[in-house]
Structures are given as C-alpha cells and as structure tokens.
C-alpha cells in the first residue's frame, strides 16, 4: 500500500469504482479519438466528391479553338464560388509547366503527379497562408494528338491542369458535428454504465457492510459469535477466524471471573479471621510494646480486607463483568440519602460533619438507569475517600441536581484539597495524591470506570475557598 494516498486505502468501495471507471474512460477518451478521425475520413470523401463534380464541370468550360482556348466561365458562376467568405473556394486552369491561364495562381501542384494520370483525380490537402485547403486536381487532355496548340510544341498533345480548392472549414465543422452527435450519446452511456457500477459495487459490498454492522453496534462485553452466512465468500474464513477469537476471548473472560471469584473466597475468610485474632489479641494483651504490634496487625489486616473487597468492586465495574448485571431505574437523590445515611456514625468517628444539600427520598426524583449495587459502591467511595482525607473538622456535603440530560451527584469537601495537577491524576488506579490515611489508590478509579460504564464520566476540581469537589456526571433515564 506504499505510495497510495488515504483516499484509497480506506475505502475498498472506492479502489473498485476507480478501478473500474478508469478503463471506461481510457476507452471513452479512444472511442472520442477513433470517431472524430472517421468523421474527418468520411466528410473528405464528401467534400472530395463535390470537388471532384466542380473540377470536371469546369475542366468541361475550356474548349480548344484554333490555336488557342475558349473558356465558358460566366462572372456569376465566379461570384457564387467566391460567395462564402468562411468555407472559401479557389481555383486554377493551367497548362502544365507552369503557364497559369485561369483563377488563383497560388494553388500548389498536386504531390506526386509526374508524368500525370490523365482522368484521374487528385486530392490533397495544401495550405496558403493560415488557410488549410482540401484540393481537387485533374489533367484532362486539349485537342488532339498532332494538334497543334497555343501552349504546346507542334505535333504533341497538350494537357491542361484543373484545379479546385475548398477550406476545410466545412469539413472541421462536419466532423466536430458527427464527434458531438457521436460523443454525447456514448457519454450518457458511461455516465449510466457507471451508475450501474456504482449501484453493483455497492450490492456486492453490502454482505460485508452488514459484517461490519455485526462488530461496530456491539458493546464492548457482546462476546456473541458472528454470523458468516451474511460474509460473502471471499471473506467468510476472515469471520470464522474472528468467531474463534471471540470464543478464546471469552473463555479467557470466563476463567478471569472463576479466578476472581475463587481468590475473592479464598483471601476473605483468612483475611476475616487475622483480624479476628488480632481483635481478640488487643483486647487479652497488656504488654505496651505487644500491643503496639498487633495494631499494626489488626491495621494491616483492615486495609488488606479493604483492598481485596475494591478489587473486586473494580472487577464487577470492568466491561465484561458489568454488561452482565441487571440495570434498573435508580434516585439517585435518595442512593446519596441512604448511603450519607449509613456513614454518619463514621463521620462523627472521624471528627467530619457529614451532610446532605436538599438530597430526601421525597423529593424531585433524579434518575438514572443503571446497576444498583454499583453505583451504590460509586457513591459510597466517594463518601469514604472525603472522610478518610477531609481531616477531623472538616464538612463533607453531598447534592443531587440535574444539568440539562445529566444527573449530577456531588461531594465537596473543605478540606486540604490536592494540587490543581493531580486533578486527574487521581482517578488512576493505585494513585495516591497523599501517604496519610489508609486508602489504596482504588477509590477514584472504580468511580470512574463505574461513571463509564454507565455512559457517564467523573471528574475532580478544587472547591472555594479550599476543598474538593468530585461530581459524578449520568445520563437522565428519558420518561
């Protein structure tokens, strides 16, 4: 594909239309060619026939008398061959070698006639000045053998030359008018020969087209086998190879969830239980140095129960997982109420007064279609990650609007806030703007890949005077 321009390598609609359309016009361009030099032969041999009939008619009006030539040629036939200014006419009596007897002294000889063909007609094309003649020349004998004659030596029969000569711009004329009656039609053909390539190119193309349909209107997760029947042949082997890949993909997705859910079994309980014993240890222990290590147990296990359970939040928010979870209409002003509900007894724990800006079950709705559980897991981690880095005496305020056909959840802060250059940053997955706290950098990045999934997006800004603000932005469910 080196040397070929975008134009080309994009569309395979177009390579073919090209392809097809440039031997059309090669042979237009031919046909045009071909029919303009037919035209041209055939009004010479028009104009070769007139020229011929008035070269013999003339030759008729000089008749020998005595020793000298009596020319019949009335000054209104002159006038009427000279009438027309544009499709000239000229011509010449002679007697050859050269004494000039009658009209334009200025015609040329005609081309290879020595010794000349009595009778027999010459034509030839010649031109005077910027004037391109079509000529007929005849030699026609005078008087007869052993006459003698006024031009000639005694005893010898005498020829006499006619000539006559006509522009061609009758004969262009003919032949532009026989190209334009031939060209016009043949360029409605194309024209129509190329709708119809056009319109085939297009039928044999549309199985593919429809193939193509087949992957572009999929989600992301529709893991569903192609359908090759609706492939032409030439690219049914491509479509069964995309089918086996599809089937490897999810079978790969398959043991990634099997995987998922075996290790979420397998860390949990262990992880339950070390913190259970470290509970236990805490509260039976009265060594100062021993219990200062079992805090750092117990610390360790809470944030390790408290990573595994955001993994998997993480998992169930990815494309794959996420397709398969039921989708439901959700208030989010009431989701925001129960679960800044649920969070106060933290809050008042933590030092922060945790509040809600005009967000009740009973008022205006704000819904959203979705996955109940997970945006419930959004909202919530947005809550625990401003209670965890708000710092004790901070305000933490959630709200609930609606922004054209977007619901808008928000919670602010009026905390320390992050630097301007880390606003997006933080929504990466295991990024932490600060060290203090016990977070694991999954908070924001299951936010966002759950705001996604849902068609929406999150964002981050620095609150007034000081703070964070994290908005997640959804589509409105349509009424």
Known sequence: MAGRGPWLQRSL???????????????WLAAA?????????????????????ATRALARQVKPIGNGLFIDFPRAAQDIIEAD??????????????????GNRRLPLPPGATPPRLGEPYFYDAQIDSLRLRVAALYVPI???GEPAAAGAAGSRQVMLVQIARSQASRDELARAILMDTVLPLSALIVLMTMIVWAGIRAGLAPLARLRAQVENR???DLAPLQPQAAPEEVRALATAVNQLLAAVQDSVAAQRRFVSNAAHQLRTPLAGLKSQAELALGENHDPALTARLQRVHESAVRGAHLVNQLLTLTRAEPEAAGTLPLQRVDLAALAAEVASDHVPRALQAGIDLGVDDVAPGSTPVSVLGNEA?????????VDNAIRYAGRGA?????????GVMAVLEVADNGPGIAPDQLEAVFGRFYRATHEGSGCGLGLAIVREIATRHGGRAVALPAQPRGLRVQLWLPLQKD
Not at 374 to 382: I, S
């Open 143 to 145: 008087g007869e053998a």
């Open 374 to 382: 997970l945006l419930r897991e959004a909202v919530v981690n947005l």
């Open 33 to 53: 060619f071909v029919t303009f030099n037919v035209a041209q032969r055939y009004a010479n041999r028009g104009i070769d026939a007139s020229l011929l009939q």
């Open 85 to 102: 200014p544009d499709d000239r006419v000229s011509y010449m009596v002679s007697t050859p070698p050269g004494q000039f007897i009658l």
């Open 13 to 27: 609609h177009r390579q073919l239309l090209l392809w097809l359309l440039l031997p059309q016009l090669v042979l």
């Open 395 to 403: 305000e933490v305020t959630l709200s609930v609007r609606r922004d």
């Open 219 to 221: 989600v992301p997760n």
